[in-house]
């Protein structure tokens, strides 16, 4: 898992701590960036286990902390599961071009 440095937009092991561009220090926001995974893991698991209120619950929280395709996916499937389909659809479209840490002020990336 990469991030991308704040300061310089460099991409960095997630283990580094350290930008290896301009020394950035990038503990905390790997620690935002593991619980966003967390909460994600978690998701899954309440997905699978037909917990969709737990699901939406925790794959909120992971998209809090970071805009990932993953953390709407999984609250597009538990707001279906919890048959709210509107609040699906709006997971839907906030899924789209998502996947950013802590770059709410940049436009989306392209997806590959
Ligand atoms: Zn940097």
Request: hydrophobic content about 45%.
């Amino acid at each position: 898992m990469t991030i991308d440095c704040p300061a310089c937009g460099k991409k960095n092991k997630l283990e580094d701590g350290i930008c290896c561009r301009c020394a950035c220090n990038l503990e905390k926001l790997a620690a935002i960036v593991r619980m966003a995974a967390s909460f994600r893991d978690e998701a899954a698991v309440c997905l699978r286990a037909a917990d969709g209120v737990g699901a939406l619950a925790r794959a909120r929280a992971s998209w809090e902390l970071r805009h990932s395709v993953e953390a709407a996916r999984l609250a597009f499937l538990a707001s279906l599961m919890n048959h709210d389909f509107a609040a699906a659809s709006r997971w839907y479209e906030m899924g789209v071009g998502a996947d950013s840490v802590c770059q709410r002020d940049r436009p989306p990336a392209a997806k590959s």
